[in-house]
């Protein structure tokens, strides 16, 4: 990544507003005020994070559903520890993952939420390839997992034209 953007992010607004109020990423401050508006999380949920680490989603979530609420992470990479978030880590295009991480739920989620990314390979249709199979994986899972009634949040790249 250019010095040009690591220098126009630290200007960003979300970028500012996660420093100050110390989320791990200016993602949580997008989606904080997306459960503002549309109202995601109730104290109690069971919420599954695809793509979780560095963990600012995650922190968001575990605020939002107190403490009978429970947070599943899910990421290929390592993610450092959020008390309250348990986390498993592998890749979640493997089905091994998949069948785990339904194990551990133990009953169905009432939120599944991916920001899954692929590492950006710098061709922006391949990218976009990537990051839209992801999305469908998580999808597939989310129609499983979920309660009836229940919300899937997913992140997805843009095309540009
Ligand atoms: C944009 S980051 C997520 C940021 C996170 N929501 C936050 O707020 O901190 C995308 C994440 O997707 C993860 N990821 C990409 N492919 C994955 C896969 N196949 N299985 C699990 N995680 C994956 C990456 O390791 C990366 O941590």
Redo the contacts with the bound molecule.
């Keep these: 990544m250019g010095k040009a953007w690591v220098k126009s992010r630290r200007h960003d607004r979300f970028y500012r507003a996660a420093k100050r109020q110390q989320y ?2 200016r ?2 401050i997008k ?1 904080s005020q997306i459960d503002l508006r549309y109202g995601l999380f109730r104290d109690g949920d069971v919420v599954v ?10 922190q968001i979530v575990r605020e939002r559903v107190g403490r009978a609420g429970r947070v599943i992470a ?4 390592p993610m450092a520890p959020i008390e309250g978030v348990e986390f498993l880590r ?4 493997d089905p091994r993952i998949r069948s785990e991480l339904f194990e551990h739920l133990r009953k169905p989620a009432d939120v599944v939420l991916s ?4 590492k950006l390979s710098g061709n922006r249709a391949v990218d976009v390839a990537r990051g839209l199979d ?1 999305a469908d994986t998580a999808l597939s899972f989310a129609i499983r997992a979920l309660r009836p009634g229940g919300a899937f949040l997913v992140k997805v790249f843009q095309v540009r034209a």
Excluded: E, K, T
């Design positions: 791990r990423s993602a949580a989606l994070d695809l793509g979780a680490a560095p963990g600012g989603w995650s899910v990421d290929i990479a592998g890749d979640f295009a920001d899954m990314a692929p992801l």
